[in-house]
């Protein structure tokens, strides 16, 4: 069975301030793609990344970074130097390689609010 | 716009009654994605079609859902016989290719069932 845990319901910080949103995940697969979208007050979702199963290397993409450690089956996000802007609830998911359909799975979200 | 629209925005309806819900995926995307997204129940994989062919259906809620899509762009997501535990917001996105290169999101289609 896949899930997708994000411990964090809710989590309030100041403006500048670095944070990191924290996804664990189970699966029986050995290859697989986990992925974290953003889903801001406008409710639009925004895809913000993928990342093999076989890749373990750490992605940075501005102000946003990814550290993903398979012993562990984790793939947290960090937002450095946080902004007003990055309020948003944030999902991570999972799936099989090579497989889109139902195995598809959603973490619960964790609402994340910047306070200026 | 060139992104991925979805009509109705909102659409009301009484229980018993079919609906369908569109999408139009950004052009020259051959990969399309519907989503659930309900209070309560959080997102929700439903189907993906890679240019007009759906291979797994098995994420689909009920026999009740249905979907296809056309000449590898507009799809259709269909419920017929709705129930009051369908009401969500459908969420359609498109890729270039399929295997999740950066999907594109429209702005979902608020279904609420009476």
């Known amino acids: 069975a896949q899930k997708v845990t994000q411990a964090q319901t809710e989590i309030s910080v100041v403006e500048k301030e670095d944070v990191t949103l924290d996804c664990v995940y189970e699966?029986?697969?050995?290859?697989?793609?986990l992925f974290w979208y953003k889903q801001p007050p406008s409710g639009e979702l925004v895809f913000l990344i993928r990342?093999?199963?076989?890749?373990?290397q750490n992605e940075i993409s501005g102000r946003y970074s990814w550290n993903f450690q398979k012993s562990t089956s984790s793939f947290n996000f960090t937002i450095t130097a946080s902004q007003v802007v990055d309020s948003a609830v944030y999902f991570c998911?999972?799936?099989?390689?090579?497989?889109?359909?139902?195995?598809?799975?959603f973490g619960p979200g964790t609402r994340l609010s910047v306070l200026p | 716009g060139a992104g991925v629209s979805q009509s109705p925005s909102n659409k009301v309806t009484e229980k018993g009654k079919d609906v369908e819900l569109r999408c139009d995926p950004i052009?020259?995307?051959?990969?399309l994605y519907w989503y659930r997204q309900s209070l309560g129940q959080g997102l929700e994989f439903l189907i993906y079609?890679?240019?007009?062919?759906?291979?797994?259906k098995s994420g689909l809620p009920s026999d009740r859902f249905s979907a296809e899509r056309t000449g590898g762009s507009v799809s259709t997501l269909t419920i017929q016989r709705t129930q009051q535990e369908d009401s969500a917001v459908y969420l359609c996105?498109?890729?270039?290719?399929?295997?999740?290169?950066?999907?594109?999101f429209g702005p979902g289609t608020r279904l609420t069932v009476l």
């Open positions: 996105a498109s890729s270039l290719v399929l295997e999740y290169n950066e999907q594109f």
């Open positions: 699966t029986r697969d050995t290859t697989y793609y």
């Open positions: 990342r093999n199963s076989f890749d373990e």
């Open positions: 998911a999972l799936s099989p390689f090579g497989n889109y359909g139902q195995n598809f799975v």
């Open positions: 052009s020259g995307h051959t990969a």
């Open positions: 079609f890679q240019g007009n062919s759906a291979p797994d």
